[in-house]
């Protein structure tokens, strides 16, 4: 599905003309459609890996260029050794609960993190030593625009994306409860068939190799 093909048929559905609807609100509606569908499937076309180095004292860990979401954080070997299957998932924590944790800064091994701003996560304990973090992290691609016409989404699950952008245009319009939540109902059914063939694809291709480093 093009961009321009779900721009009408969102006014079809609503059955509202480009003066009300107009292209800078549907285009809210996409974006905030497409934000939802990465936050709720892990997609193989925006799913990426990356490492970085943590070092002594410092809490606070680079992002990759256009991270969306940030998945899990593991401390990969953090004995020191090459033991492979010796990782330490992170646990994540909102920003409050980092900010009162550890007050007088005491150093340890790294059990949280969270968002510190759009290019950062911040992890607590401060660290003790220098760990290599590998991030499982969601990629922010281009979305769907005049200008950018067809995605890996648009594509791949055009229904979700309706239905998403319906939920979004019907609560922007104050329509119907009940169609509304036709289209919340359906964005879930076909949500769920678009995470299995993803698990599905997963298991077919080893798409972790090649780990790449980041910024420290």
């Given at each position: 599905?093009?961009?321009?093909?779900?721009?009408?048929?969102?006014?079809?559905?609503?059955?509202?003309?480009?003066?009300?609807?107009?292209?800078?609100?549907?285009?809210?509606f996409?974006?905030?459609?497409?934000?939802?569908?990465?936050?709720?499937?892990?997609?193989?076309?925006?799913?990426?890996?990356?490492?970085?180095?943590?070092?002594?004292?410092?809490?606070?860990?680079?992002?990759?260029?256009?991270?969306?979401?940030?998945?899990?954080?593991q401390?990969?070997?953090?004995?020191?050794t090459?033991?492979?299957?010796?990782r330490?998932?992170l646990?994540?924590?909102?920003?409050?609960?980092?900010?009162?944790?550890?007050?007088?800064?005491?150093?340890?091994?790294?059990?949280?993190?969270?968002?510190?701003?759009k290019?950062?996560?911040?992890?607590?304990?401060?660290?003790?030593?220098?760990?290599?973090?590998q991030?499982?992290?969601i990629?922010?691609?281009?979305?769907?625009?005049?200008?950018?016409?067809?995605?890996?989404?648009?594509?791949?699950?055009p229904?979700?994306?309706?239905?998403?952008?319906?939920?979004?245009?019907y609560?922007?319009?104050k329509?119907?409860?009940?169609?509304?939540?036709?289209?919340?109902?359906?964005?879930?059914?076909?949500?769920?068939?678009?995470?299995?063939?993803?698990?599905?694809?997963?298991?077919?291709d080893?798409?972790?190799?090649?780990?790449p480093?980041?910024?420290?």
């Amino acid at each position: 599905m093009t961009y321009a093909e779900l721009v009408q048929k969102i006014r079809d559905y609503t059955e509202v003309s480009s003066t009300v609807l107009t292209d800078t609100i549907v285009n809210g509606f996409i974006e905030d459609a497409e934000f939802r569908i990465l936050r709720d499937v892990d997609s193989d076309n925006n799913r990426r890996y990356a490492t970085a180095l943590l070092a002594l004292n410092n809490r606070f860990i680079q992002t990759p260029d256009n991270t969306l979401i940030i998945r899990s954080a593991q401390i990969v070997d953090s004995d020191g050794t090459a033991a492979a299957d010796n990782r330490d998932f992170l646990q994540w924590r909102d920003t409050s609960f980092m900010s009162e944790f550890n007050p007088k800064g005491e150093t340890g091994v790294p059990k949280y993190y969270s968002w510190w701003d759009k290019n950062h996560i911040v992890v607590a304990p401060t660290p003790n030593a220098t760990y290599t973090i590998q991030l499982n992290y969601i990629l922010k691609d281009p979305g769907l625009s005049s200008t950018n016409t067809t995605t890996y989404i648009s594509l791949n699950f055009p229904n979700g994306l309706l239905y998403a952008c319906l939920v979004e245009a019907y609560g922007f319009l104050k329509g119907p409860q009940d169609l509304l939540q036709l289209y919340e109902q359906k964005y879930k059914q076909v949500v769920e068939g678009f995470a299995i063939e993803q698990m599905g694809r997963r298991r077919r291709d080893e798409y972790q190799s090649g780990v790449p480093r980041v910024g420290k």
